[in-house]
């Protein structure tokens, strides 16, 4: 048994909450063609329109008074569950609470983290793992006036991994 393991057993036993992440994933841009990874074949135009589609929705939601912000809640988002965000064909936008915070972050951000298109460095996106997929730490736009708001209280903008993967269906 790995050690990791032999502590998520003692901490089980011993009441620590479910909650315990223990195995969280890195902040890191991680392309699925890398050592150990599953290249997902994703069709790029189908990539291209879920970040389109997220900014378009964040829009929507501001317009009718509604929150721009992707929330993952404890304990809703509790032992690091994963919730798909959007999709198209076989393109899922997944996210997944590595924190042990509630967490929001802007539907804009979750796009520019997935094509970079109003990323100082677009190469820092997920578009750089191409048709291969990928996952990271959602880039955060700090200066975005909708975090010193009252609908981004009691949240923070660390912890949430987005990943792109090709459904399994």
Known sequence: MRPSQLLGVAALASGVSARLC???E???RICYNEEGGTTQNLNMQEVNFT???LRQYEKEQLRQGGSPFWRMTLPDADNCGEWQVTSKGRTWVMAKLVGD???AVLFS??????DGLNLEDPAESL???TTHGGQMATIVDEESIYYQSQLFDGFTNKGIVIKLVRSPL
């Not at 951000?109 to 997935?114: Q, Y």
């Open 127 to 129: 578009a750089n793992c």
């Open 109 to 114: 951000d979750i796009a520019n983290t997935i």
């Open 26 to 28: 890195p902040e890191r």
């Open 51 to 53: 970040a389109n589609y």
């Open 101 to 103: 915070e509630p967490a």
């Open 22 to 24: 223990l195995f969280p």
